[in-house]
Structures are given as C-alpha cells and as structure tokens.
C-alpha cells in the first residue's frame, strides 16, 4: 500500500526539530533541569504568568470544545494590530506553520513555483514540497534576503515569495526601504508572505511595518506567531493577517477546531501582558550582546542577529553541536540548512548563555 502514496509525498524530506530535552535527558541518564535547551528560539523565561492563569483555568472546561472560529482572540489580535483591522483580517493556525500549509491548501499546485531566500525558513520548502511546488532559492548575500534578486526570480509560475523577517536561522532582516520597492514592483498574480514570528524581539525605531499593505487590500499575508515572544510554543498557536478576501479563503482549508481552546487562552491574556514582553525583550537584548560579544572574543564569524538567536560558524557544525549535546547543551546544527560549519544558539536566560560559551570555549580548544 505505501508504495501507492503520492510520488511527491515518497520524497518529502522530513522537518529535523530541535532535540527535545527529554530525548537528551533518556539518552545521558540526566534529570531534565540539568539540561540546557537553546535550539529552538523559545523563550527562556517561559509563558506570561498571566496566560498561565488563563489556561489552568481553561483546563477545568477541557471536555468542550474551544470555540473554533477563534472570536475573541482573532478580535483581540485585530484590535492590538489598530487602525482598520478587524478580526475578518485574522486567521488563527496551530502554530504559525500551519498557515503556511493553509497557503499551500489554498494555493500550490504541482508546477507552481515557490520563491525563497537561499537560507531561510525550511517549512516553506516542505510545505512547497507537500503541494507538489517547486521551491526556487535566491542567493542571500551577507545571509541577508536580497528582494530584488527575488523579484527578479518570479515567473508566470510564481504563487507565493516568502520572506522571513527577521529571518530564521540568519537573525536578519530586511528594511522598509528594500520592502517598499520590492512591493511596487511585484506582479499580482503572486502572494506575498512576510513570516514575522520574531517581529516583536525588533526595535520599534527599525521594525518594518508592511501592514499597510495589507489595509490597502494587496495580495499580502503577514504571519505572526505566540510560540516566541509569548513563551507559548508547546500549545501550538499562530496567526495570519490578511485580506478579509484572502482570510476567508483560508480559513475554508482549515479543520474546524486547529487552534485549541487552551492555547487561545493563554494567548489572549498573554497578548495583554506587555510586562512580559518587555522584560524578554530586554533578555535577549542583553543576551545576544553577551554572545555576540563572546563569539567576537573567541574569534568566531556570527551573522549579527535582530532576532533571539545567533547564527555562528564554528568549523564542524554537527560535531560542535554533538559535543555540547555530551555536556547537556542542545543547540541546533545547521547541516539541513546548507551550512555545515555553522551552529544556531538561542539567546537563554544569562546564565545558561555564560554556561553555553563556557562549555563552547571548551569544545573548541579540542
Ligand atoms: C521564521 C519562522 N516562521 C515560523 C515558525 C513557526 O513557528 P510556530 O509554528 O511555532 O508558530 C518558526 C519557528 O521556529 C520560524 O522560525
């Protein structure tokens, strides 16, 4: 029978998660508090206290269904994001990536052609994949997505260009100015996706604001995400802002009840807890100076990150990270990614990055 499975479905290459800490706990006889998990971008202070609350409480109604068409999330998210939206703007997805899977649903056929920088996200290749697309890489100079090769890439083919900003695993980004003159020119047959799951760890004076895009009814869809700023990536809970044209059409691909009940709790109070958001802003700031600073004074090449991780080159990737796995670290190889020689590090709390670059200084010296 399983030979009988779509030939593009035989092919899939299979997404390779961050290691979970219980994985590494089972694999070195550890206890889980000993382990240090900076793999994934998660948020080292955990979830809002607030979206706690709200969840444990949601807990006690686990036998009803949530409300499945999300009505006072995707109004609270709507009412944040001002001027004009309204929740029809708002589609809610098991974690972000689900919207890209909508996208596909909605749009990939086989033949489509699925522009993206050369080192970004890997969900929009598998997604591409999924649907039968073909995934076209543009060269990034510097790691830094170039849209005018981009726009220079797009065909009658062309469905979608995502462009991840700030990008994962690079930690840049890209500016107004280059989006502005991307978004003259782009043709309308193809959607635009600017994947925002790190927008909030940016500087407001250089976070780039493409919703306007959005309001003057382009073919635009901005994902955002509570997985990372909002310390709630285990319960799986994301968004699309779009069209109120386009949102409909999404949210017919989606199963009736994708985002559940708890995570929308949590995710609404957690979206009114600025405090926190304030005070993991200023973590990662200070984190990634720390390591960004350490790399620079062990002579290691990093691509100096807007985001709450580090990209850095450190000779063989995967041994590096095999070695700090032996020490209870778990970073992220970047081998998937075309880079080999190159490790990501998730800014942590400070003393699990002071831990990270000492256990580092020492894997290197062998
Ligand atoms: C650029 C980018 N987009 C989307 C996601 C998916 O996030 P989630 O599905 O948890 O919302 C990630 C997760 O690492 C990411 O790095």
């Known amino acids: 029978m399983w030979k009988t499975a779509h030939e593009h479905i035989l092919k899939l290459t299979v997404y390779e998660p961050g290691k979970p800490v219980e994985e590494l706990a089972r694999d070195l006889g550890l206890r889980e508090e000993e382990i240090i998990k900076l793999a994934s971008n998660e948020n080292p202070l955990g979830p809002s206290p607030k979206a706690l609350e ?46 890209i899977e909508f996208i596909g649903h909605a749009f990939f056929r086989p033949g489509d052609e699925v522009v993206v920088a050369r080192h970004s996200f890997a969900v929009y290749k598998l997604m591409a994949q999924l649907f039968g697309a073909e995934t076209v ?42 989006i502005d003159r991307f978004m003259a020119k782009v043709p309308d047959h193809v959607l635009v996706v600017f994947d925002e799951a790190y927008h909030e760890f940016l500087d407001e004076k250089v976070a780039p604001d493409v919703l306007p895009y959005v309001r003057e009814g382009r073919n635009v869809v901005v994902m955002r995400t509570f997985s990372k700023i909002m310390g709630l990536a285990n319960l799986r809970i994301g968004y699309g802002i779009t069209t109120p044209e386009l949102a409909a059409v999404l949210q017919r691909t989606r199963q009736p009840f994708n985002a559940n009940g708890i995570a929308q709790a949590g995710a609404l ?32 090449e990093y691509v100096p990150s807007v985001a709450n991780f580090v990209l850095v080159k450190v000779g063989d990737g995967n041994a590096v990270f095999q070695a700090m796995l032996r020490k209870g670290i778990i970073l992220r190889a970047m081998g998937s990614y075309g880079l080999p020689e190159w490790i990501r590090i998730s800014v942590g709390t400070m003393d699990q990055n002071r831990r990270c670059i000492e256990e580092l200084r020492e894997v290197l010296k062998k």
């Not at 005018?148 to 930690?171: Q, S």
């Open 137 to 178: 890489e543009v060269p990034d100079p510097g790691y830094t997505a170039d849209l005018d090769a981009m726009l220079a890439a797009i065909t009658p083919k062309t469905r979608t260009v995502f462009i991840a900003n700030p990008n994962n695993p690079t930690g840049t980004m890209v500016g107004q100015e280059a």
């Open 269 to 300: 109070a957690g979206l009114l807890d600025e405090e926190h958001m304030r005070k993991t802003r200023e973590l990662t700031h200070e984190g990634r100076e720390y390591l960004e600073t350490a790399f620079a004074a062990i002579g290691l």
């Open 54 to 99: 709200a969840m444990r409480r949601t807990l006690e109604r686990s036998h009803f269904y949530p409300d499945g068409g999300g009505y006072e999330l995707r109004g609270a998210v709507a009412h944040r994001l001002g001027l004009g939206m309204t929740r029809e703007n708002i589609v809610l997805g098991n974690g972000s990536n689900e919207i």
